[in-house]
């Protein structure tokens, strides 16, 4: 990222850092072992919510002086044995209450959301399908994907049982990856002669779905207004749409509560090639998420992040988008016990050069 | 209230011994929270069957924390009241059934213990269960019970290294055999 900005290493004066797999370090061993000098450091534990929780508060502190150069990065490796150990002692809910089932990690509360959800609104199994066919179509173009040969429904429905109704095509592959942007303020950005992004609101919220024995909204409902009014831009504005897909139900419910679409129908506005809610095109995953590049630990926590700004910026690694300005992304994490806690989005802006 | 005791004997051999035994179960362990939550459970198995409780066990209802300054009741369970933060909790045995939110048949699960390929275990069925009193529970559901909203009754039983768990079974007269069933699964799944 360095190097992309023609910046030199002691010129990065802040450092945010999310990542499972790091420990026993941390973000500030990090700093030694990148041997910099830093004025601020983060570091954000909260899975596929963490890129945008943590690039919110690099802008922050950009804005307050508090540093001038943030590297925001995600990052981790895989070892399957470490992997189940971390999703069997994720907490003591999961320990005392999810572990014991053989419940530990996401699979099974996804499982039994996915079934919520599809009798709640009358969904089936192949309106998901359409989802991943689509996402997977978008990731032919995507070299990084490690899932690009062509998916099909009957392949889609045909696919081993994970933990029903949730078959292989709705899990997403763990692997080992990175992702991470650069924040800094635009003047900065402009002198340094790099394209770049406007971060126009940002917005968390954690635990919103306590005290409902079975939720179906997750916390983006709650400040999707205040959202789109700090952006100073409507839902009908968002050119390209990057939701958190760890499963389908959760892309889907992103743009329900996001306002894309109402709740329960997003599958309605999808086709196995397109996503056109309100008679409008919007450019959903279009680097094939996680469904197809598989999940890097918590940098899928970036992939949404990282993709939207390489498609504002003309930059994108495949399927680049003609005539898109602005790009809306949210992100998920941390699966504790029976439910996800962490809702987090971002509107960003192309800016005019 | 109905209480019974198994007693199949609880037999744990492995191709490779005890190590890979220890090295799986030891993903079933407990916090100190859980951990109390099975003593609590063996006592009130052990008054009820007259024995000490220290084989197979059965009981009806399920334990929970109680609150001792506003009397809610909660799970899983936490060093403190959700309600209104007091530290005075208490065990307590529900016997009280709930309501089916969602089910799911789990054929590949992360935890060791419970990989297919290392031991002959069938997909088996996860619940999630409201309380009638509130809490929000992961329950063994007989797969019998297939429909959301279906009434179920409350049973809890060791795992295979002791420790209590929930189980889910149709409510009526066939409930505690039917509990008992899965309770033995339980116990010798990992048996070869």
Redesign the interface.
């Known amino acids: 990222m360095l190097a992309a900005a023609g910046l030199e290493k002691p010129e990065c004066d802040g450092l945010m850092v999310s990542s499972y797999s790091l420990a026993p370090d941390t973000v500030v061993s990090l700093a030694e072992t990148f041997d910099i000098s830093l004025n601020w450091i983060e570091q954000v534990p909260l899975g596929g919510a963490s890129g945008i929780v943590g690039v919110q508060r690099a802008a922050r502190a950009v804005a307050a002086g508090d540093a001038h150069v943030i590297a925001c990065i995600g990052g981790d490796t895989f070892i399957p ?1 470490q ?3 971390l ?3 994720f907490s ?2 999961t ?11 996401a ?2 509360p996804f ?3 996915t ?2 959800y599809m ?1 709640t609104y009358h969904v089936a199994r192949e309106d998901f399908g359409r989802l991943c066919i689509l996402q997977r179509k978008n990731a032919q173009a995507y070299q990084q994907a490690l899932l690009r040969e062509n998916l099909t429904m009957q392949a889609y429905l045909a696919a ?7 078959g292989l095509f709705d899990c997403v592959m763990p692997c080992a990856g990175a992702e991470g942007v650069l924040v800094m303020q635009e003047d900065r950005a402009q002198a340094l002669g790099i394209p770049y992004v406007h971060l126009r609101a940002s917005a968390e919220r954690h635990n919103a779905s306590r005290g409902v ?2 939720p179906l909204t997750f916390g983006w409902r709650d400040f999707r207004d205040d959202l789109y009014h700090a952006a100073g831009l409507r839902p009908e504005a968002m050119d390209i749409v990057q939701v958190y897909d760890d499963y389908p139900v959760m892309a889907l419910l992103q743009l329900e509560e996001l306002g894309l679409c109402e709740a329960g129908q997003a599958s309605r506005y999808l086709t196995e090639d397109s996503f056109i809610p309100r008679d409008r095109v919007v450019h959903l995953n279009t680097s094939g998420g996680q469904l197809s590049a598989g999940q890097a630990g918590f940098a899928g926590g970036f992939m949404g992040l990282t993709e939207a700004v390489r498609q504002l910026t003309g930059q994108a690694l495949g399927n680049q988008r003609a005539e898109v300005r602005n790009a809306l992304v949210s992100g998920f994490g941390m699966i504790n ?2 439910r996800g806690l962490c809702a987090a989005a971002a509107i960003i802006e192309r800016a005019e050069l | 209230m109905r209480c019974g005791s198994y007693h199949r004997a609880c037999r744990i051999v492995t191709e490779s011994g005890e190590s890979e035994r220890d090295l799986s179960t030891k ?5 100190s ?2 951990q109390a ?1 099975t003593r609590f459970a063996r006592n009130i198995a052990g008054q009820n069957t007259g024995g000490d409780a220290s084989g197979n066990w059965l009981l009806q209802g399920v334990i929970l924390q109680q609150c001792g300054t506003c009397t809610a009741e909660f ?4 060093p403190l009241c959700p309600e209104c933060l007091s530290e005075q909790l208490q065990w307590r045995r529900n016997d009280g059934g709930g309501r089916v ?14 990989h297919r390929s290392a031991r002959d275990i069938e ?2 069925v ?1 619940g ?1 269960v ?1 309380h009638d009193d509130g809490p ?5 559901l007989d797969k019998s019970v297939t429909a ?1 909203g279906s009434r179920i009754a409350l049973f809890t039983a060791p ?1 295979i290294i002791g ?1 209590s ?1 929930i189980i889910g079974v149709r409510e009526g007269s066939l409930a505690e055999q039917s509990a008992g069933d899965i309770a033995a699964t339980l116990v010798h799944k990992d048996e070869n």
């Open positions: 044995d992997f189940a150990v999703l069997g002692r003591n809910f320990i005392d209450g999810a572990a014991p089932y053989g419940c530990g990690g699979s099974v499982a039994l959301l079934r919520a009798e081993r049982p994970v933990s029903d109704p949730l024995a079975m016990y029976n | 993903q079933l362990a407990r916090t929270f859980g939550a799970y899983p369970p936490r939110l969602s089910i799911t048949c789990l054929h590949v699960s992360v935890n060791t213990f419970y997909p088996w996860i999630m409201a929000v529970l992961l329950v063994f959301v795992d420790e768990v």
